[in-house]
Nanobody, 123 residues
């Protein structure tokens, strides 16, 4: 069983930064971050593979960084140069598949979800 608990969301002005954290219990084999804004489809933001390789959505490439601290059992999403289009509820996710491929960022199957944390970016 995997349990995920996010923290670190909040409100920030455009151009600012936030770091999201996800406390992990259990033994997930692929982890990532998704986001969903009102009226929009869920978007796979970033995934990190067991070997540490990462994959990002084009919309956040170069601005967001996903990382994990195995000793602390924590997943992070460092977000910089935030803009109002980044406003959404962000979810930590584990055991992600897309089109049957493990760790596919678009994630049409996700084994475990956190409860989400809101990020609001004002202009």
């Amino acid at each position: 069983q995997v349990r995920l608990v996010e923290s670190g969301g909040g409100s920030v002005q455009a151009g600012g930064s936030l770091r999201l954290s996800c406390a992990v219990s259990g033994y997930p084999y692929c982890m990532g971050w998704f986001r969903q804004a009102p009226g929009k489809e869920r978007e796979g933001v970033a995934v990190i593979y067991t070997d540490g390789k990462t994959n990002y959505a084009n919309s956040v490439e170069g601005r967001f960084t996903i990382s994990k601290d195995t000793a602390k059992n924590t997943l992070y999403l460092q977000m910089s140069s935030l803009n109002p289009e980044d406003t959404a509820r962000y979810y930590c996710a584990a055991n992600i598949y897309y089109a049957g491929v493990r760790c596919g960022r678009r994630g049409d199957y996700v084994g475990y979800w956190g409860q989400g944390t809101q990020v609001t970016v004002s202009a």
